[in-house]
């Protein structure tokens, strides 16, 4: 009795524990419910199945990637969290700013000796065995004087792959502007330097002034200091200009030019002309665009100032170029020793000689066939704009349509009579249509040259419509609802009524004998197939004969209805009573 309270006490409480209860097996039915759902997920017909953080779990993922180990969910919820990275695993990179301090900590200064320092210089960073300070013959710890400041704590640093290999990392910007102070610097003292020696020059007598009107005068030139200032510094660059081989440059020394193998900053780039990408294709390699760049936008070519590069290949001289070589090599393959580099001259006499005679012949070609069939009228005619009608005539209009200057164009007239009312219309036939059919807007009426009623005839008609209306509804009201046993009685009776058509319009008596026997083999055959299956069935798996030589054909109309007919349905309540 004991051991049967035990075990009680811990079966109850094993239910209150969620972890340590075991999952229930799933029947038959729910496991077929749960494939069912899991085939209609991956058709898309339900919704996807929702993690605990509301994002949707893809339906196709295999079952042995989504499900959860035991030793991370026990309760097994839907989730995919196993599978992404886990954030306690991630290592946690220094961003790019962080770097190692420099110099020491300013700002705070000890002035005695603090416990735990440097026994040496007082710092309190580090210990007297990593002092980088020059030993003193009477340490900081004893003196209490000069005091070193504390370095910087340095901080440990871990960089990913990126950062490893940033060489701006840690670079102060500001140290560049100790460069630029240091150039101007040495700029200012070599103009000091040059001044200096001008004045020198000019004191002693060694450089003559230059004869021009102000100095006649006793005027001095305002640029001719700087003038001088930069005619030296271009003496002391050409002494290295013919030294100058750069990739990409020409450097002419007596012009001070630099020729650079480059487009000009003015000039539009190929694929900034149309930024399209349905547009000409610019091929980077090459950096060619064959096709026009404009082609789409309506620009006329020959206004544009870049119109791709076949536009040059088919412009001036180079189609008549490539027509006389075409020339050239067909009168070759057909006897002619002509040749467009070695005789240039024979070969453009004798192909002006070719279009000459090639022109006679069509023209030739050309009458003959008008003697003969004539036709000539048709050639003469007048050109496309005469015949199109247009003319100079200025017409403007308002945003209404209406003509403000000029005259509107006249609308042509058909040959038949327009706007013609007879019989007192007011409206033409085919002003009104109602139901399927025309008739005259001015009184409802269908019926074409009758006589207008006016309002009196629209009243006549819309009574009658409401009175077709309310009748079918009366009817409806007074028949009663059928119940659906009567709608499946009369369903039966005209299936019956078809069945008894079809039977009663066949060609004859035989073939119906002719199917009914076809129908009994039929059955026959399915009956001995259904026991060979049996049989077979019944052996052991190993024991089985092969099918390798069974015939496959499309089963006929009587091997089909055979089949149903002896098909056995296990969802048919009256399925078991068959074999009895």
Request: hydrophobic share 25%.
């Amino acid at each position: 009795m004991a051991s049967g309270t035990v075990m009680n006490a811990t079966s109850s409480g094993g239910s209150n524990d969620v972890s340590l209860e075991e999952p229930k097996k799933m029947t038959r039915e729910d496991w077929r419910k749960k494939k069912e759902l899991e085939e209609q997920r991956k058709l898309g017909n339900a919704p996807a199945e929702v993690d605990e953080e509301g994002k949707d779990i893809n339906p196709h993922i295999p079952q042995y990637i989504s499900s959860v180990p035991w030793y991370i969910d026990p309760s097994k919820r839907p989730t995919l969290k196993h599978q992404r990275p886990q954030p306690e695993k991630q290592k946690q990179y220094s961003s790019s700013g962080d770097w190692y301090k420099r110099g020491v900590q300013e700002h705070a200064i000890a002035t005695r000796y603090r416990k735990g320092a440097c026994e040496n210089c007082g710092a309190l960073t580090h210990k007297k065995k990593d002092c980088m300070e020059r030993p003193r013959k009477v340490g900081a710890k004893y003196t209490g004087m000069n005091i070193a400041p504390d370095e910087h704590v340095q901080p440990q640093l871990m960089f990913d792959y990126d950062g490893k290999r940033d060489r701006w990392n840690g670079y102060n910007p500001e140290e560049h502007m100790k460069i630029v102070e240091e150039y101007s610097k040495v700029d200012l003292a070599k103009r000091t330097l040059k001044a200096q020696k001008l004045q020198e020059e000019l004191a002693s007598g060694k450089l003559e002034q230059v004869n021009s009107p102000r100095h006649q005068w006793g005027e001095e030139e305002p640029n001719s200091q700087t003038e001088r200032d930069h005619n030296s510094e271009d003496e002391d660059e050409d002494k290295y200009a013919d030294d100058i081989d750069m990739p990409g440059q020409n450097f002419d020394s007596k012009r001070r030019i630099t020729v650079r193998n480059l487009r000009i900053r003015e000039d539009i780039a190929k694929y900034l002309r149309n930024l399209d990408p349905n547009s000409a294709y610019y091929d980077p390699k090459t950096r060619a665009m064959r096709e026009n760049p404009y082609a789409n936008t309506g620009k006329n070519p020959d206004e544009v100032g870049y119109a791709g590069d076949n536009f040059v290949r088919y412009t001036g001289d180079t189609i008549s170029m490539a027509q006389t070589q075409l020339f050239a090599w067909e009168a070759y393959d057909k006897g002619s020793e002509v040749h467009l580099q070695a005789d240039p001259t024979k070969l453009e006499l004798l192909y002006k000689s070719f279009k000459v005679k090639k022109e006679d012949f069509k023209a030739q070609q050309k009458e003959s066939i008008l003697e003969k069939y004539g036709g000539q009228e048709h050639l003469d005619a007048p050109p496309a704009e005469l015949l199109l009608a247009q003319t100079e005539d200025y017409v403007e209009y308002s945003r209404h349509g209406t003509v403000i200057k000029g005259q509107e164009k006249a609308i042509a007239c058909s040959k038949y009579e327009e706007d013609v009312k007879i019989n007192n219309h007011t409206c033409i036939w085919g002003s009104y249509w109602k139901e399927g059919k025309w008739g005259y807007k001015c009184c409802h009426s269908f019926v074409k040259y009758s006589y207008c009623t006016g309002e009196a005839g629209k009243e006549i008609a819309n009574t009658e419509a409401s009175l077709l209306e309310e009748q079918p509804r009366e009817e409806e009201h007074m028949t009663k609802p059928k119940t659906l046993m009567e709608i499946h009685q009369e369903k039966q009776k005209e299936k019956k009524k078809k069945k008894h058509k079809k039977s009663s319009n066949s060609d004859s008596e035989g073939e119906e004998k002719k199917k009914q026997e076809k129908l009994k083999k039929a059955l026959n055959a399915e009956e001995a197939r259904l026991l060979h299956v049996k049989e077979i069935m019944q052996l052991d798996e190993r024991k089985r004969p092969y099918n390798s030589l069974y015939e496959t054909r499309e089963p006929t109309e009587e091997e089909m209805e055979a089949y149903r007919m002896k098909r056995q349905r296990p969802d048919d309540p009256m399925a078991s009573f068959l074999g009895q």
